[in-house]
């Protein structure tokens, strides 16, 4: 089955500075990768997605990208806020299913003033 | 708009007792639920998941046990408490065409001692 591995497990950038995520999945069937944020003491929200047709996707100061031979994919975010400070979690899954959805470790994201 | 209620969102149980966290979705129909287990360093877990009423899905054994007596209900239950079963239970829902967006409660933080 699929295996997803995340690094770091946790990360700490001065304010404004750019924050990577990346994560590595073992099946080459998985073609759907979202991008989970927990705030503290919230269930996720999904913040972005990507899709196997393409390789990256932003949305304002967010953007992931999708190395589909590498069977890597990764989440940017630049120009970072104290609201950006949560624990991030990166998934894989085949055909968009929910249920099939393989969770990375979470990465818990500091940002200091 | 749709909203899942999750509670209670913390409980202290002593070992041996039962368990029963509950989960509503309000404002949508058919929905498929989940119950994930969030364990510190190792991502969300899927427990169980539900495509309609009655009809579960179990992905780990484990001494949990999952219903689903209404369509918009997710009752995650124990018969007998474990110092394991101590984490953080979190709810989901997605809509029935399973095209890979959860959307999380707030949690349940349980503590077994």
């Known amino acids: 089955g699929e295996n997803v591995e995340q690094h770091p497990s946790t990360l700490s950038v001065q304010e404004g500075d750019s924050a990577v995520i990346k994560c590595t999945y073992s099946?080459?069937?998985?073609?759907?990768f979202p991008w989970y944020k927990q705030e503290l003491g919230k269930g996720p929200q999904l913040i972005i997605d990507i899709r196997s047709n393409v390789g990256e996707k932003k949305d304002q100061r967010i953007a992931v990208t999708l190395n589909k031979t590498a069977k890597h994919f990764s989440l940017h975010i630049t120009e970072t806020q104290p609201e950006d400070s949560a624990v991030y979690f990166c998934a894989a899954s085949e055909y968009s299913s929910a249920s099939k959805i393989i969770f990375g470790s979470g990465t818990r994201l500091s940002i200091r003033p | 708009s749709q909203t899942i209620h999750q509670w209670p969102a913390t409980l202290v149980q002593p070992v041996g007792s039962p368990l029963s966290l509950e989960c509503t979705v309000e404002g949508t129909s058919n929905p498929n639920l989940y119950w994930y287990r969030q364990a510190a360093g190792r991502g969300l877990q899927l427990l169980f998941y539900s495509v309609g009423i009655g009809q579960i899905s179990s992905e780990v054994p484990q001494n949990l046990s999952a219903s689903r007596p209404q369509d918009r209900q997710f009752i995650l239950s124990s018969k007998k408490l474990l110092l394991s079963d101590s984490g953080f239970y979190l709810c989901?829902?997605?809509?029935?065409?399973?095209?890979?967006?959860?959307?999380f409660g707030e949690g349940s933080r349980l503590t077994v001692l």
């Open positions: 099946d080459s069937a998985s073609n759907y």
């Open positions: 989901a829902w997605s809509n029935g065409r399973d095209t890979g967006e959860l959307f």
